[in-house]
Structure formats: C-alpha cells, structure tokens
C-alpha cells in the first residue's frame, strides 16, 4: 500500500520568501560522500562546547512534564551517512501526520539520552543497545506544544531493522544527509510569530515535508556537519 503523503504545509505562496541554503553556495560535490565520521566528529564538538560554555539547556528549568528529548539516528549506507525519521500517526493529539525524529517527554528522573532510547524503542522497536550516543544538538523550544527539546545524536552501526508502532508511527523511513543538503530540497519562509517575522524552514521529500523543530534540528546537524 502507498504510503499516505505528509499533512505537514507545503508552499501556498502566502509567505515571504526567506535566504537560501546555508549551504548553497558550497560546490554540489561537497555536498556529497558525508560519511557517519564527520556526523560524529561534529556531534561530539558541539557537546564539547556546550559543556565548555556551561550552558544550563532550557529544558531543565521547566517543569518535568514539559522536558523531551528526541533521537537523530544516524546510519551509513554506500558511503553516505542517512537519518532516520518518522511520521506521527494521525491520530496523535499533537502534530498528527507530521515528520519528526523518534522521541517524547522525559519521565521524572530521566536524563534526555535515557528518554531518547526509551521513546525510540517503544516507537520504532530500535535496540538501543545498537545506539552509541555521540553528542547533544542545541535544546529548542515549540510553540504549540510548549515543549523544551533537546537532540540526542546516536550512531548506529548500520541499517538498522525498525518497525513502526501504529498507535505513535505511521511510516518510518530515512534519508541521506547529502539528499537533504540538495539546494532545491530546503527553502525558507518568514512567518510573522509573535509579532516578528522569523524564518521557517521546510525539507521537501517526495512524500513528505519536514518542518518545524526536525526541521530546525537538521539544519543545525547540516551546518555543523558541512562547516557553514
């Protein structure tokens, strides 16, 4: 059965458009061969300077019922380092039918790392003795949910064997980094939030379109992983 296309927005024109790629004016070939290394070697510097910085995350002055974590799985195939994805069930409360990255809200007591393995294995059955957790992305907040989130990056050692959860999951799929880094892939309107315009950035796949914070979080993961 074909799988059912994103509800996330697509383009309707009614936005001003933003910047382009960060990575646009990089040659397409270096934009190409990203290998699970760099991914790694990235990952683990950002977390580096995070600690350096002493940076105390959002999340952790919030109460314990707003505080997630998300897992970014990372995976090399023919030589290109690929993250997994999801789509959320329809029938969630919250962004239904929307692409996102494997998690949910922390348990009293637990550390973002634990919560990111838990929530990735009761969605898309990942072991998660299979992960080797490489590193934090920056936390960031949403809007809708009012949700602190912080990316926990985990390396896997190949493609992994996943099956989706209905009840959470409606399609768990991956793609490569280098796809997602393809110019025409990534574009950026200005919406007006909170009385400011401010940019929202958009993925767009053949059955889906990745926005909001996965959105935000892969462009993080790129710039780190391209240098740009």
Known sequence: MQARPSTAP???GSHPTGESAPWARLAPEARRGIEVGRVREAAEARHRVLDKAEQVSEEEHLPAGTRAAVLVPIFEEEGEARVVLTRRAAQLRTHPGEVSFPG???DAGETPE???LREAAEEIA???GS???VGRLTPLS???SGAAITPVVGVLPSRPKLVA????VERVFDVALADL???EVFREERWAVLGTLSPVWFFELDEDTVCGATARILVELLRLVLDV
């Open 104 to 106: 949910g809200r922390l």
């Open 165 to 168: 959860n209905p009840s959470e």
């Open 142 to 144: 949403t809007l809708s």
């Open 131 to 133: 992960v080797e957790v």
């Open 114 to 116: 634990e919560g990111a």
């Open 126 to 128: 990942l072991d998660r």
């Open 181 to 183: 880094a393809v110019v």
């Open 10 to 12: 697509r383009s309707d």
